[in-house]
């Protein structure tokens, strides 16, 4: 009796699993990621630093290609430490295409 409730539990779970992400960082298109982010820019990465489970990372803005204002030269961007959490890592010199969104009156990118 143990043996096939045991059978019918562990078929329940396996008919009823769903195919889920690690985290909200879905595969999405580049005109999806334009579309809403709140600005993109090409920029060079001058610093980064971590710290309390983030990434700061100082940009030098070479381009706006999505932006309310073009004033800012130099922008500061927050994002999780690693790709497990959807972050990603920048790497001090590199030059990138980032999407933003404003969040909590900070910039923030993720994958």
């Known amino acids: ?38 600005a993109v820019f090409v920029g060079k990465v001058l610093d980064v630093n971590s710290a309390w489970g983030q990434q700061e990372v100082e940009f030098e803005i070479l381009k706006f290609e999505k932006a309310d204002s073009e004033d800012d030269k130099e922008v500061t961007v927050y994002t999780a430490l690693d790709d497990a959490q959807c972050g990603y890592m920048f790497v001090k010199g590199g030059v990138y295409q980032v999407f933003v969104n404003l969040v909590d009156d900070r910039l923030v990118t993720d994958l």
């Open 1 to 38: 009796m143990k043996y096939i409730i045991f059978i019918l539990l562990l078929g329940l779970c396996l008919f009823s699993a769903q195919l889920t992400s690690a985290c909200s960082c879905a595969p999405q298109t580049p005109q999806d990621f334009f579309n809403q982010a709140d």
